[in-house]
């Protein structure tokens, strides 16, 4: 129940495709889904996050989808670039203050064709 | 730029060697991680601190230890390195998170990791 599942492991598209990389969870009380993207050679760095009160949130290119209901959520790149090619993680956060843990997944390798 | 830095970032030791891994941020975080990065790609915790002189074993057992003497310093310990132990080591800290629902959220940092190959 505290596991974070996650798919594709891998993922390629064209230069302006849409990749969509997709998380379920079964722990209700998780109340933070961040999405982390890691460059090759460096520590993963918060791209994007969502709470569970709201069902989409945009930053840019980067859209997260959240299904309260299916306990899913999922990662949208729209116009992709070669420059997005990277390793993205979901992870889901519960707790409050002092006591809060992380929970990743497992890891979606995506390249970028040119 | 997260102000939270690891050295060395490459090490190539031969096994029973001891090394330390270091890890310090400058952003006056209480809590501080280190994770473990296999391969392929999973991040597993192995140690983590909510503060000084308080460290806790994370998800994945781990025969590194950890200590917390000072804020911003959180060093890893290999008393005798392994091939086993050949891995990426990330170090990470965040801040605390709001009570409720609040805007802190508990953003996780994390380092540029150190990646240690055991011979």
């Known amino acids: 129940q505290q596991q974070v599942k996650q798919s594709p492991q891998s993922l390629i598209v064209q230069k302006g495709g849409i990749p969509i990389i997709n998380c379920a969870y079964e722990?209700?009380?998780?109340?933070?889904f961040p999405w982390y993207q890691q460059f090759p050679g460096k520590g993963p760095a918060l791209l994007i996050a969502?709470?569970?009160?709201?069902s989409e949130k945009k930053e840019g290119r980067f859209t997260i989808s959240f299904n309260k209901s299916a306990k899913q959520f999922s990662l949208h790149i729209m116009d992709s670039q070669p420059g997005d090619s990277a390793t993205y993680f979901c992870?889901?956060?519960?707790?409050?203050?002092?006591?809060?843990?992380?929970?990743f997944g497992t890891g979606t390798r995506l390249k970028v064709l040119a | 730029e997260a102000d939270i830095y690891q050295t060395p970032r490459y090490l190539v030791i031969g096994t029973g060697k001891k090394i330390t891994l270091e890890c310090s941020q400058t952003?006056?975080?209480?809590?501080m991680y280190w994770y473990q990065q296999d391969p392929g790609m999973e991040l597993h915790l192995i140690h983590y601190?909510?503060?000084?002189?308080?460290?806790e074993k994370g998800d994945l057992s781990s025969e590194s230890t950890v200590s917390r003497i000072r804020t911003e310093h959180f060093p890893l310990t290999l008393e005798s390195a392994r091939p086993s132990h050949t891995s990426q080591y990330l170090c990470?800290?965040?801040?605390?998170?709001?009570?409720?629902?609040?805007?802190?959220?508990?953003?996780?940092?994390f380092g540029e990791g150190s990646r240690l190959t055991v011979l």
């Open positions: 990470a800290s965040s801040e605390n998170r709001g009570i409720g629902g609040g805007s802190d959220t508990g953003e996780l940092f």
């Open positions: 722990n209700t009380a998780f109340d933070y």
């Open positions: 969502i709470r569970p009160d709201v």
């Open positions: 992870a889901a956060s519960w707790g409050t203050s002092g006591t809060y843990k992380y929970i």
């Open positions: 952003m006056g975080h209480d809590k």
């Open positions: 601190s909510y503060g000084v002189n308080s460290t």
